[in-house]
Structures are given as structure tokens and as C-alpha cells.
């Protein structure tokens, strides 16, 4: 199993435009073409590996990414406009992903885009957690309190012994147990 992931692990998936990521969330637009529009909360200075996420999201889960920091209709300077824009579009996605890494922990903004979510999407809200190689994860925490998204490598099993099938998924941990629900279904509940 995988629980924090790799900067550039996801680059065979990176993609060069985000011209698609950066619009308003138009909600008809998603449910004609029956994608998930997921806000990805990151980093700036994360920008290389959110085009892999992005990509990866795309081609295997048939979601359309919303990203802010392309967002041309945002203020040129941060403000409380920013943060009602931000609202409103974590608002208008049907989920909400943190990508995870040190800096976006760190990161006042990702922070403050996490607790909202966390307030109004409550478990549709998860973190993507990333570290650079060869480092250990600053963001430990959040995992015990987050779902977040895992790899199972197909050799895990689960209590009842039936094995794991390979693939994504979103992992809940509380007091004494994990839960685990394919991220295909996550994204369409």
C-alpha cells in the first residue's frame, strides 16, 4: 500500500494546457459531458506535479479539473474577492482536493481552502499526499484526520481476508479501524 505519494511520480500524466482547468465552473457543461468538476487546492510553486494529478485525474476518472491560480477572473491581488470567488467554486464542485505537499501544508491559503471544504463538503473532501524523494512528509496529521487518497498494490487484504484489487482508493482511518472506498466511486457518490 501507498499512503503519501512522490513529486513526479504522476508525470507520465502531465499535461501542458490548462486552459480547461482554469474557467468558471459551469455546472451544465459538467453534466453534459458527465464529469466530475473537482477543485484541486495546491500550491503554486506545486505546479509541475498538479499537471500530472491533473492528467492522471482526467484520462482515468472522467473529472474536470477547476484550478484558482488560472483563474483569470480572480483579483490580480489577493483580497476578500479572492476568497468569495474561492468559496463559491469549492461551492460549485462536486468534490475538493488537496494536493498535499510540504508547502501546501504549510500554505495559509491551501489551509483555509481545506477547513472550508471540510465545513461544507465534509467527506468529500480529501487530501492527495505528495512528498519530494528521499524526504519525510510534514503532513502527517492531517492524515488522521482527512480521507485521503492511497495506492493498494492488489497483495492487501481485506479484515475478512478477500483480497484488495489494485488500484486507487480513498482511505478513512478512525480510533481503531480503516475504511476504504474506490476513488472511481468516491468521485461519483
Known amino acids: 500500500m501507498k499512503e503519501i505519494f512522490e513529486q513526479g511520480e504522476f508525470s507520465e500524466y502531465r499535461i501542458n494546457n490548462l486552459q480547461k482547468s482554469r474557467g468558471v465552473i459551469n455546472e451544465s457543461f459538467a453534466f453534459f459531458e458527465e464529469k466530475v468538476p473537482v477543485f484541486i487546492s495546491h500550491k503554486h510553486d506545486d505546479l509541475d506535479d498538479l499537471k500530472g494529478i491533473i492528467g492522471f485525474l482526467e484520462k482515468n476518472f472522467n473529472v ?4 484558482d491560480s488560472r483563474d483569470l477572473s480572480m483579483p490580480k491581488i489577493t ?6 470567488k474561492i468559496k463559491d467554486r469549492i461551492k460549485k464542485c462536486k468534490r475538493f482536493i488537496l494536493l498535499a505537499t510540504d508547502g501546501a501544508v504549510e500554505s495559509k491559503w491551501c489551509n483555509w481552502e481545506l477547513g472550508f471544504a471540510d465545513a461544507i463538503k465534509g467527506k468529500k473532501a480529501v487530501l492527495f499526499p505528495m512528498k519530494e524523494k528521499g524526504s519525510n512528509y510534514k503532513g502527517n ?11 493498494f498494490d492488489g497483495r492487501e487484504e481485506y479484515d475478512s ?19 476504504i472506498i474506490p476513488l472511481s466511486s468516491w468521485l461519483k457518490e
Open 161 to 179: 481476508g478477500k483480497k484488495v484489487e489494485a488500484g486507487y482508493y480513498v482511505m478513512t482511518k478512525s480510533k481503531d479501524k480503516k475504511s
Open 79 to 84: 483580497s476578500g474577492e479572492t476568497a468569495e
Open 64 to 67: 474536470i479539473a477547476y484550478i
Open 141 to 151: 496529521e492531517y492524515m488522521e484526520i482527512y480521507s485521503y487518497i492511497t495506492y
